[in-house]
Nanobody, 115 residues
Framework: QVQLVESGGGLVQAGGSLRLSCVAS????????IYWYREAPWKEREWVTS??????NYSDSVKGRFTVSRDDAKNTVYLQMNNLKAEDTAVYYC??????????WGQGTQVTVSS
């Protein structure tokens, strides 16, 4: 089992930046996949970005504004969010799909962007 803890959310004005962190309870292997999702009020949870090894993918809605990175020494994956928009307001979750095929979610962190 893997525990994930997100942090870094908060209230920011449109155009501002935040960096979210997702700390895992064990080393993140290259074959693990780390995802960031978000869930806005009254909307379904949507995929934002993912990273496995050195490979990253982004949804069209955040491409060019968000950057995912990892610090293996700290068992941490970051989500740098720049040029935030009101529509980025959501609870952000990280998820790990382990190399053995199991999924684990964090508890989420709230991001609110004021326009």
């Amino acid at each position: 089992q893997v525990q994930l803890v997100e942090s870094g959310g908060g209230l920011v004005q449109a155009g501002g930046s935040l960096r979210l962190s997702c700390v895992a309870s064990r080393y993140i292997f290259n074959d693990d996949i780390i995802y960031w999702y978000r869930e806005a009020p009254w909307k379904e949870r949507e995929w934002v970005t993912s990273v496995t090894g050195v490979h990253t993918n982004y949804s069209d809605s955040v491409k060019g504004r968000f950057t995912v990175s990892r610090d293996d020494a700290k068992n941490t994956v970051y989500l740098q969010m720049n040029n935030l928009k009101a529509e980025d307001t959501a609870v952000y979750y990280c998820k790990i799909r382990t190399w053995s095929g199991y999924d684990y979610w964090g508890q989420g962190t709230q991001v609110t962007v004021s326009s």
